[in-house]
C-alpha cells in the first residue's frame, strides 16, 4: 500500500556531499518511522539512520557527524544530508519505512539508490 520513491544516488569523489530523499506515498495510515540502509557488496544490510515521526534520530557510528537525517512529516519524506563521504560509504543505499496499520504495523522498502565514492 507504499511506495518508497528513492533520489539522489550517484558517484562523488571522497570528501564529497550527496543528498538522498526518499518520499512515501500510497495509502498511508500512520507512519512511525523513517531510515536508510546500506549494502555493500559482501557485507551485510546495516542502518545508516532512521527518524521517528516525532523527530528522534538514530545513526550508525560510521556515519556519526557526517551524515543528517530529516523529516518532513507533511509530505511523508525523509532526507539524509551525507557530507565528507568515504570510500567505505559506497553502497547501495535503501529506504525503509515503517508504517502503523490499523492491527499491525507494515514494513517497506525502497528499491535501493547507488552510492558510489571514488576519486
Known amino acids: 500500500q507504499v511506495q518508497l520513491a528513492e533520489s539522489g544516488g550517484g558517484l562523488v569523489q571522497p570528501g564529497g556531499s550527496l543528498g538522498l530523499t526518499c518520499a512515501a506515498s500510497g495509502r498511508i495510515f500512520s507512519i512511525y518511522s523513517m531510515g536508510w540502509y546500506r549494502q555493500a557488496p559482501g557485507k551485510r544490510r546495516e542502518l545508516v539512520a532512521d527518524?521517528?515521526?516525532?523527530?528522534?534520530?538514530n545513526y550508525a557510528d560510521s556515519v556519526q557527524g557526517r551524515f543528517t537525517i530529516s523529516i518532513d512529516v507533511a509530505k511523508n519524506t525523509i532526507f539524509l544530508q551525507m557530507n565528507s563521504l568515504k570510500f567505505e560509504d559506497t553502497a547501495v543505499y535503501y529506504c525503509?519505512?515503517?508504517?502503523?496499520?490499523?492491527?499491525?504495523?507494515?514494513?517497506?522498502w525502497g528499491q535501493g539508490t547507488q552510492v558510489t565514492v571514488s576519486s
Open positions: 527518524i521517528t515521526k516525532g523527530g528522534s534520530t
Open positions: 525503509n519505512a515503517i508504517e502503523g496499520g490499523m492491527q499491525t504495523i507494515y514494513e517497506y
